[in-house]
């Protein structure tokens, strides 16, 4: 994944510091930087997050130009060899890189038999090293056109006064302020100093200098392109009360739900949906990947109670290899927080090839995910920090809600307006993470829509805690999973649903019976009798049937967000992941 930003302008260290410190939630493995000064280059790397990169700075700050990078690693063990920036071979050139080069091999070993010299394993160095000497526009462009798979690069030189970049399928963006430009992953860089920006397109490459800004198209002819205004709020949130942004989130559920309804119940909010006919399509697919695949898979529940069309939810990793019927008469929907995940990228861009439409939900409206789409639609959860999507979920199964009753003409916003979320029982949930936290094995069981929220609330535990989790639908059990039940294995059982709730029932006195232990989520009054299988309960408020999955999850993210705590982790930022996944 990795970000990148690139600074001329005074303070150029405070300014990539600040430009890293917006991209951490692209990686954080390692940071560093470059500062071109004098014809010297000064680097100063740091293997874990931004922080530990501006405790090894000194005061001192420079006018002129810079790059920098924080990292999630693809290639290469996690040490400062492999940090970024890179240099070509003869140290003139640094180069900063978010993306995979898929031909890194041929090229590397290309270039080693010409006495190239590699200290590092990734595939960002390679770039590096197919430079050296004077850095050109010329130059740029015979090295891109070697190239295969994913990049943003900015790019500099001792020598020169400008900033190289070149973007192929990872985002990038360029910008001007009134004193200062910018190259960067994402507009939340230099929104605060720049009014507009543009957005560099594949295959696009150029450079910027206290000149101005030159964009080239594929062909290599200049690109006179139109700017665009920075109307989105960055505001960066901060965590408040709170320790974490994670509790924050998930306390900010009725917020969410209150901006959905603001902006839902506008006139406008379905303008682009205007000419829309969903009678025209055949087949419905709702895509995406974690937890907005899990949205999706609530969705595909509301969909189906209301429109006469089949609807199937994917992976969208696992798309292209379904063999699905795509056609005109397909609308596919593709759910995504951040709007930059690759894999539904791909996806989308594979659908497209066989003319369906398709309709984004998205988070970040200005991301590359809806500036591909057809149609796109904004969950309204503002921004979300913390690693594990939660807001962000609820969101996206809110606006799917609406999205189903506004395709049937249903009322879609009296049942939202006379609603609030409840934030679950902490006297309770404290206690349960407290007992659960030195497990190591946990299950989740469910059926129907409390299947999926078993699904979501495992991978939420697994992502934070680091504890091995998974989630069975509670009739599957006997089919194989139970063999893994074992003396004291916790069985967290989600159960909202009164027409199977006997079924079951069955199913956790099958665990129960093969020494698992029993803690159960559930809105269903219980007897004594039934009480005492389960060693914890945890009550969830009831609600209209198609809210339920979502009032459930609440209790069951700060379950995940609890145990994390106890094990002394921190939930924000869990090990090997990041926020904005734009790596297939
Ligand atoms: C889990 C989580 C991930 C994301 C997934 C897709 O808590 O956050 O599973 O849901 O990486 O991300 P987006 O929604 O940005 O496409």
Same mark, same amino acid.
């Given at each position: 994944m990795c970000g990148i930003v690139g600074y001329i302008g005074n303070n150029v260290k405070e300014n990539l510091i600040k430009g890293l410190e917006k991209l951490e939630y692209r990686g954080y493995d390692s940071a560093g930087m470059v500062i071109s000064n004098n014809n010297e280059f000064i680097v100063e790397k740091a293997v874990g997050e931004v922080e530990k990169l501006k405790k090894k700075l000194n005061d001192k700050d420079y006018t002129g130009l810079g790059i920098a990078h924080t990292r999630w690693?693809?290639?290469?063990?996690?040490?400062? !060899?492999?940090?970024?920036?890179?240099?070509?071979?003869?140290?003139?050139?640094?180069?900063?890189?978010?993306?995979?080069?898929?031909?890194?091999?041929?090229? +590397?070993?290309?270039?080693?038999?010409?006495?190239? *010299?590699?200290?590092?394993? $990734?595939?960002?160095?390679?770039?590096?090293?197919?430079?050296?000497?004077?850095?050109?526009?010329?130059?740029?462009?015979?090295?891109?056109? %070697?190239?295969?798979?994913?990049?943003?690069?900015?790019?500099?030189?001792? +020598?020169?006064?400008?900033?190289? #970049? @070149? /973007?192929? /399928?990872?985002?990038?963006?360029?910008?001007?302020?009134?004193?200062?430009?910018?190259?960067?992953?994402?507009?939340?860089?230099?929104?605060?100093?720049?009014?507009?920006? *543009? &957005?560099?397109?594949?295959?696009?490459?150029?450079?910027?200098?206290?000149?101005?800004?030159?964009?080239? =198209?594929?062909?290599?002819?200049?690109?006179? +392109?139109? @700017?665009?205004?920075?109307?989105?709020?960055? $505001?960066t949130s901060n %965590?408040?009360?709170?320790?974490?942004?994670?509790?924050?989130?998930? =306390?900010?559920? !009725?917020?969410?739900?209150? !901006?959905?309804?603001?902006?839902?119940?506008?006139?406008?909010?379905?303008?682009?949906?205007?000419?829309?006919?969903? %009678?025209?399509?055949?087949?419905?697919?709702?895509?995406?990947?974690?937890t907005a695949y899990h949205a999706g898979l609530i969705g595909e529940k509301y969909f189906k109670e209301r429109l006469n069309i089949d609807c199937f939810t994917r992976k969208a990793s696992e798309f292209i290899y379904q063999n699905d019927i795509i056609n005109e008469n397909s609308l596919c929907i593709f759910i995504s927080q951040s709007g930059e995940t690759a894999d539904t990228i791909s996806a989308l861009e594979y659908v497209k090839n066989f003319n369906a439409t398709t309709l984004s939900l998205v988070n970040v409206t200005y991301s590359t995910l809806a500036s591909k789409s057809d149609y796109v639609l904004n969950i309204c959860a503002g921004q979300e920090k913390a690693v594990a999507s939660t807001k962000a979920y609820l969101a996206q199964c809110l606006v799917l809600l609406i999205l189903a009753k506004y395709f049937i003409k249903e009322d879609f916003l009296s049942v939202l307006k006379d609603f609030q979320f409840d934030y679950g029982n902490d006297d309770l949930i404290i206690p349960l993470a407290k007992h659960l936290h030195n497990h190591e094995k946990i299950f989740f069981i469910g059926r129907g829509f409390d299947y999926i929220t078993a699904l979501e609330a495992s991978l939420k535990l697994k992502e934070i805690s680091y504890i091995f989790s998974c989630a069975e639908c509670s009739g599957e059990l006997?089919?194989?999973?139970?063999?893994?039940?074992?003396?004291?294995?916790?069985?967290?059982?989600?159960?909202?649903?009164? &027409?199977?709730? @006997?079924? $079951?029932?069955?199913?956790?006195?099958?665990?129960?019976?093969?020494?698992?232990?029993?803690?159960?989520?559930?809105?269903?009054?219980?007897?004594?009798?039934?009480? =005492?299988? #389960? +060693? *914890?309960?945890?009550?969830?408020?009831?609600?209209?049937?198609?809210?339920?999955?979502?009032?459930?999850?609440?209790?069951?993210? /700060?379950?995940?967000?609890?145990?994390?705590?106890?094990?002394n982790l921190n939930p924000d930022k869990p090990r090997n992941l990041a926020k904005s996944v734009t790596v297939e």
């Open positions: 690693a693809t290639h290469g063990e996690i040490s400062i !060899n492999n940090c970024h920036p890179h240099f070509s071979s003869d140290g003139n050139v640094a180069l900063v890189h978010n993306g995979i080069i898929e031909n890194f091999e041929n090229l +590397k070993s290309y270039l080693e038999k010409n006495e190239k *010299y590699f200290y590092g394993q $990734t595939d960002s160095e390679v770039i590096a090293k197919m430079f050296d000497g004077e850095l050109s526009l010329n130059k740029i462009k015979d090295v891109i056109d %070697k190239l295969k798979g994913a990049y943003a690069l900015a790019i500099i030189s001792k +020598k020169n006064d400008e900033i190289f #970049f @070149a /973007k192929n /399928k990872s985002p990038l963006y360029v910008a001007k302020g009134d004193d200062c430009f910018y190259v960067a992953s994402d507009p939340s860089v230099f929104s605060e100093r720049c009014q507009e920006f *543009y &957005s560099i397109e594949d295959g696009e490459y150029g450079c910027i200098s206290v000149q101005g800004i030159e964009i080239y =198209n594929k062909e290599g002819k200049i690109n006179e +392109k139109i @700017a665009k205004e920075i109307d989105f709020d960055f $505001t %965590k408040e009360q709170y320790n974490h942004f994670m509790l924050k989130e998930i =306390n900010e559920s !009725n917020k969410v739900l209150e !901006n959905i309804i603001a902006f839902y119940e506008k006139e406008e909010a379905f303008e682009n949906l205007k000419s829309f006919d969903v %009678k025209k399509y055949n087949r419905i697919y709702l895509v995406g990947c974690g006997k089919h194989g999973s139970l063999a893994l039940i074992d003396n004291g294995l916790p069985v967290i059982v989600i159960a909202n649903d009164e &027409s199977c709730f @006997a079924k $079951t029932l069955n199913n956790a006195y099958e665990v129960k019976s093969r020494g698992g232990e029993l803690i159960l989520f559930s809105s269903i009054d219980i007897d004594k009798e039934i009480e =005492n299988n #389960f +060693k *914890y309960i945890i009550p969830i408020n009831k609600c209209k049937d198609d809210l339920m999955p979502i009032q459930t999850i609440i209790s069951l993210q /700060k379950l995940a967000y609890y145990v994390a705590v106890e094990r």
